[in-house]
């Protein structure tokens, strides 16, 4: 859903140094963002922001795929990626 879970938000507040685990989009761009999938391949953009131990399946995409996935036709602008 495009939001920081509040353990990590917790975590980059207070962390001394970040190392970085990339992983990547299918197209091989850097994947920034997650979507999880219901059992059907269907993306879900609501519910529960942490599900453990379903049947979903979590998928790393870039940011221009994540936003296709999620239905989100709006032209990428500065102040959104920042403001969020
Ligand atoms: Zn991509």
């Known amino acids: 859903m495009g939001k920081l879970f ?3 938000a917790r975590l980059l507040a207070l962390a001394d ?6 992983t990547v989009c299918h197209c091989g761009k850097k994947a920034t963002m997650v979507v999880r999938k219901s059992p059907n391949g269907k993306v879900q953009v609501s519910g529960d922001q942490v599900l453990v131990g379903g049947n979903e399946m979590y998928v790393s995409l870039c940011r221009i795929h ?3 996935a999620v ?3 709006k032209p990428i602008v500065e102040e959104e990626v920042f403001s969020k």
Do not use: A, K
Request: aromatic share 6%; proline share 7%; hydrophobic share 20%.
């Open 6 to 8: 509040p353990g990590s």
């Open 17 to 22: 140094e970040m190392r970085e685990v990339r």
């Open 66 to 68: 994540w936003r296709e």
């Open 71 to 73: 239905g989100d036709r």
